[in-house]
C-alpha cells in the first residue's frame, strides 16, 4: 500500500511539472504576441530574450499563416497567428502527455 501512495505521488508531481512547463511557455508566448501586436522595441534585452526562446518554439508553425503588419507613426505592430496556433497546439499536446500518464495506471478499473 505505500509502494502505491509513493507511486501517486510521484505521478501526480510528474503531472504538475508538465502543467507548469505548458504554463510557462503559454505565458511566453502571451508576452510575445503582445510585444508584437504593441509593436515592441525588438533590440529591447528583454523583449530579444522572449523572441528568441519563444522563436525556438514557433518553428514547426512558421508559414501557417501570414503576420498582418501595420505601419504606425513609430512602431510597427504585427500580428502573428502563427503564435496563437502554437499556443493551441502545445496546451493540446500537454494536455494528451498528462490524460496518457493517467490512463497508465496499474491500479486503475477498466
Given amino acids: 500500500m ?4 509513493a507511486y501517486m505521488e510521484k ?3 510528474v503531472k504538475k ?3 507548469y512547463i505548458c504554463g510557462f511557455l503559454e505565458v511566453l508566448f502571451a508576452f510575445r504576441l503582445i510585444f508584437k501586436v504593441l509593436g515592441a522595441n525588438p533590440s529591447s534585452g528583454f523583449v530579444s530574450i522572449i523572441y528568441s526562446v519563444t522563436g525556438v518554439f514557433l518553428a514547426p ?5 501570414r503576420s498582418a503588419v ?3 507613426i513609430e512602431t510597427t505592430s504585427v500580428l502573428e497567428p502563427m503564435t496563437i496556433i502554437a499556443m493551441i497546439v502545445y ?3 500537454v494536455y ?3 490524460r ?4 497508465y495506471d496499474p491500479n486503475r478499473k477498466a
Fill in 100 to 103: 496518457l500518464i493517467e490512463i
Fill in 96 to 98: 494528451g502527455i498528462v
Fill in 61 to 65: 508553425f512558421n508559414g501557417i499563416f
Fill in 11 to 13: 505521478r501526480s508531481k
Fill in 17 to 19: 511539472t508538465i502543467w
Fill in 70 to 72: 501595420t505601419e504606425g
Fill in 91 to 93: 496546451a493540446l499536446i
Fill in 2 to 5: 505505500k509502494d502505491n501512495r
